[in-house]
């Protein structure tokens, strides 16, 4: 399936091998984000199914942010990046 479905397949159970990322692992979103209109992707983001995926996965929301928030937010994106490496190396 090419990459530009690929939203279309969350929740799908695709039986792929060894699924889990096993590295601490950080998403910032914005959080009107245009991602959340596709079905099961909000609830898979912030419930706790995603950490059966990826176990050390660190989320953090930017309220006024959409799918740019780091173009709209930079200096802050950096500041988040630069806390989670400090932690994590």
Do not use: W
Not at 7 to 25: E, N, Q, Y
Not at 29 to 48: A, N, Q, T
Not at 64 to 74: A, D, K, L, M, R
């Amino acid at each position: 399936m090419p990459p530009a479905h690929g939203c279309r397949t969350v929740g799908d159970d695709l039986k792929l091998p060894d699924t889990v990322v096993k590295v601490p692992t950080l998403l910032i979103m914005g959080g009107k984000d245009y991602v959340f209109k596709f079905p099961g992707f909000e609830d898979l983001i912030k419930s706790e199914k995603a950490k059966e995926f990826v176990p050390n996965l660190e989320v953090t929301f930017i309220p006024e942010g959409t799918h740019f928030v780091q173009e709209q937010f930079p200096e802050q994106v950096n500041q988040l990046i630069l806390a989670f490496l400090a932690k994590n190396t």
